[in-house]
């Protein structure tokens, strides 16, 4: 069985193992949305993977400064941490919000290591 990537995924486990996937099929369908659902699911909620030492040193520097002011290098590097952590295809962005954004899911996930 493979690795779960998010909610999505987990709940489609537990709903197969118990039948309940099953029985929702014989009722609704083939079609009955559960294959949209788990998607969304994923998306809304992933399993972040852990960070690397260096990740996390990295990250560690960035917050100590807490800069408002992102330059292209340290986006770069913000934008690579979060989308192997996330399991994201975030591509390169001045976007201040989807900036905002990056940086506060790293700065959620590096406050569970401290």
Known sequence: MSKSKGLGDTIDKITT???IKKAVKFLFGED??????KQILNKIFPYAKCLT???????KNWFAINS??????????????????LNKRQQD?????????????LKRIYDKYE
């Open 17 to 19: 193992a118990t039948g």
């Open 32 to 37: 009955c949305g559960c294959e949209e659902r």
């Open 53 to 59: 030492e260096e990740e996390y040193n990295y990250l």
């Open 68 to 85: 408002t002011q992102i330059d292209f290098k340290t986006r770069t590097q913000l934008i690579k941490i979060y989308n192997r952590v």
């Open 93 to 105: 962005t001045s976007c201040s919000s989807c900036l905002k954004q990056i940086n506060n899911d």
